[in-house]
């Protein structure tokens, strides 16, 4: 479920606000005064990107990224 960003035209508090996309327009109350004067802000898209270092060698182990079978245990 696709989280949105809102702020309160009436006290200017800015939050968070988790609902589908069917819901994202409905009316909904500021968490901080109540009052149902809220705009959807618009969001910018972050991904991160994995370090080079991070990612196990290729044909490598994904866990503890040795070049066979895992041999750390646990």
Not at 39 to 52: D, G, L, M
């Amino acid at each position: 479920m696709p989280i949105y960003e809102y702020c309160c035209t009436a006290c200017g508090h800015e939050f968070e606000l988790m609902a589908t996309m069917a819901q994202r327009d409905a009316e909904h109350a500021c968490p901080e005064c109540a009052a149902r004067k809220v705009e959807r802000k618009i969001s910018v898209f972050a991904a991160r990107q994995a370090e080079a270092s991070s990612l196990p060698p290729a044909g490598g182990c994904g866990r503890c990224g040795g070049p066979g079978p895992c041999s750390a245990g646990g």
